[in-house]
RNA sequence: CGGGGCGUAGCGCAGUUUGGUAGCGCGCACGGUUCGGGUCCGUGAGGUCGGCAGUUCGAAUCUGCCCGCCCCGACCA
């Protein structure tokens, strides 16, 4: 492809509403446009980069078995009731009535609609195993769209769900899509971890994340830097603390004024004493109970883990009215001694042999206050772990923190569509059961975003081979006959050879062609100008070499074959292990 | 949905406080110049100042309503 030909408008500047560096550099290099809020369109870089990707996913899906189904985006709501989701949805459902009044809306994900599809086909337990998978796109009325690629309302998605006739065969279909998630983030050369997850609402029995690893990640994970323990820190756990150092049985509570003294902050400055004594209680609705939740003043209370430990779907912090009715004080001043709802109390709290806590009245708070002595209280692990945590899972190990993007999730969904839906199988035996059910996702457009946010420098993006627009670009610099000659030549050669050039042959300055190569981002850079052919030939240099003056010299009739070495050198690096 | 901010040429912005009929840089077109990391000079095209209504002799500027976008938070099978 010429680029005199293409349409690939780079940007110096980058427009004002970009702020990841993904949805600048994609903006920036010609790859996609704003069309609206987490709404856009894909320029012709940007469709050979998701076309890519989804080669790589379907390549990996159909050598697992899966089979490629396309199911519609449009969806009477009727599916959606059938389970409940046409409510449990709420606001992130895009609804909308046709001419006749009748209730639609554009498909988040698609259950209902490949259970109906397996209840329809699937009569036998000789029809099972089936895995089917589309590549399609979505529709969610995300609140906030945000960062370009990364969290749109429209987005392309490969979702695929897995149909057995027990719980063990669905283990084994959903340990075939874990191989295949590894495959295909491997092959996109990022680095990732999976991570157990909250399987949320979904009520199944076992779900992993796959969190590519970005600094600009939204999502925070632990993970043990000694064994494979991973888990996002929604649900992290880490190893039991030791029992409490000493059990003062004497002496009680001593209340201390701390006039305007609110936050743990304050206080510690106040009293002089370290924020880890403190006894951090805050006040929860959990449905109608008001609960008091209680972790060290270093740590954090994890709401996930909270409303599990109270066996409530979530719960929510207290406005200060709803404080005050609990405590009888202004938010900052609440705490376990005396407190008569009902309180939880984290186990690393539990062991503080004598800490910090509000006394329930406005500017007061104690000292010397005992856990198991002063208060009493359901003990639970509800506190976020943190960087230097013991690892749950082996000796020695000490929890990382690291933030990631979640560019894959995959659950054993169990029988609770197949059940809702009446998607049944007879056994070998004749007696009718329900299917058993397994959902696996990726963002393939969030993935294009996750790639450059991983990969990319001052100058621009540095795709991995596999999912570069184009696999050479060719940088002509002037127009004498003989560059023109040489250029044309290389440019032949590759594409008989099947590989994918992209030839900068406008009348521009070596300096923009130059730039616009860097951000672009294409791996492996050929420059061929008056100069390089005087000193012998073309100029070789990959995108991450960003020094210009290591550039390798190759004569251009061994240019192609040379180019071609490299580009299955690149090829190969990423190949699965 | 709560809080904050923004909307002026394709992009980035100034002008709004104090009302007088719109400007800069990049990009684009043309001419010249330059030519291995975003040359330099000149000429030119391009604007319903987000929309509607109002105040006024006169509105980008003041008032009201609406729309859109971004950020923080809540939310995110």
């Not at 709404?39 to 990707?53: A, M, Q, T």
């Not at 519609?72 to 449990?88: I, K």
């Not at 680095?191 to 600009?216: P, T, W």
């Not at 430990?309 to 709803?322: C, I, M, N, W, Y």
């Amino acid at each position: 492809m010429r680029l005199t030909h293409a349409l690939v408008p780079t940007l110096k500047e980058a427009p004002a509403d970009a702020t990841s560096v993904s949805h600048t550099l994609l903006l920036r290099a010609g790859y996609i446009r704003r069309v609206g809020a987490g709404i856009y369109s894909y320029l012709p870089l940007g469709v050979r980069v998701l076309r890519n990707v989804e080669r790589i996913v379907r390549e990996e899906m159909d050598k697992a078995g899966a089979l490629e189904v396309l199911l519609p985006a449009l969806l009477p709501a009727d599916y959606f009731r059938e389970t409940g989701r046409w409510h449990l949805f709420g606001d992130n459902l895009l609804r909308l009535k046709d001419r006749k009044g009748s209730d639609y809306h554009l498909g988040p994900t698609h259950e209902e609609i490949i259970t109906d599809m397996a209840r329809r086909e699937v009569h036998s337990y000789r029809d099972l195993p089936k895995n089917l998978y589309q590549v399609q796109t979505k529709f969610r009325d995300e609140p906030r769209p945000r960062g370009g690629l990364l969290r749109c309302r429209e987005f392309t998605m490969k979702d695929a769900y897995s149909f057995d006739v027990d719980e063990e065969r669905a283990k084994l279909s959903y340990e075939k899509m874990r191989v295949a998630y590894t495959r295909i983030f491997d092959r996109m050369g990022l680095s990732y971890r999976m991570v157990s997850a909250d399987s949320g609402a979904m009520g199944g029995s076992g779900s992993a994340e796959f969190q590519v690893l970005v600094q600009s990640g939204e999502d925070f994970i632990a993970a043990c830097g000694h064994c494979d323990y991973a888990a996002n820190l929604e649900v992290a756990v880490t190893a039991e603390p030791p029992p409490a150092a000493t059990q003062n049985k004497d002496g009680a509570p001593e209340k201390v004024h701390t006039p305007k003294a609110g936050t743990i902050e304050k206080v510690s400055a106040f009293l002089g004493a370290s924020p880890d004594v403190f006894l951090k209680s805050l006040i929860y609705l959990a449905g109608e109970e008001v609960v008091m939740a209680v972790v060290c003043g270093n740590d954090e209370i994890n709401e996930v883990k909270l409303a599990k430990a109270l066996g409530v779907g979530e719960v929510v912090l207290a406005s200060p009215d709803d404080v005050w009715r609990a405590t009888g004080a202004k938010v900052g001043f609440a705490g376990p001694v005396g407190f008569k709802g009902k309180l939880l109390v984290d186990r690393a709290a539990k062991a503080l042999p004598l800490g910090i806590s509000g006394a329930n009245e406005t500017d007061y708070h104690f000292k010397n206050v005992q856990p198991g002595r002063d208060f009493e209280g359901e003990i639970v692990d509800i506190r976020s772990v943190r960087a230097g945590d013991p690892c749950p899972n082996c000796a020695d190990g000490k929890l990382e923190v690291y933030r990631g993007i979640e560019a894959g999730h995959i659950f054993l969904l169990g029988t609770h569509y197949s059940e809702k839906m009446g998607a049944t199988f007879l056994d070998d035996s004749g007696e009718t059961k329900p299917v058993v059910m397994g959902c696996y996702g990726i963002g393939v457009s969030r993935l294009v975003a996750t790639a450059v946010e991983q990969f990319n420098d001052a100058n621009g993006i540095l795709w991995p081979a596999s999912l570069a627009p184009y696999q050479v670009a060719i940088v002509q610099l002037g127009s004498e006959p003989e560059v023109i000659t040489a250029v044309a030549e290389v440019e032949a050669a590759l594409e008989a050879r099947g590989i994918s050039v992209l030839v900068d042959d406008r009348e521009e300055r070596p300096g923009v062609k130059f730039k616009d190569a860097d951000l672009v981002g294409i791996p492996l850079r050929v420059t061929i100008g008056k100069k390089s052919l005087e000193r012998g030939g073309v100029e070789l240099k990959p995108r991450t070499e960003t020094d210009p003056k290591k550039a390798e010299l190759v004569a251009v009739e061994k240019a192609p074959q040379t180019i071609a070495d490299r580009v299955a050198a690149l090829a190969k690096s990423l190949e699965p292990k």
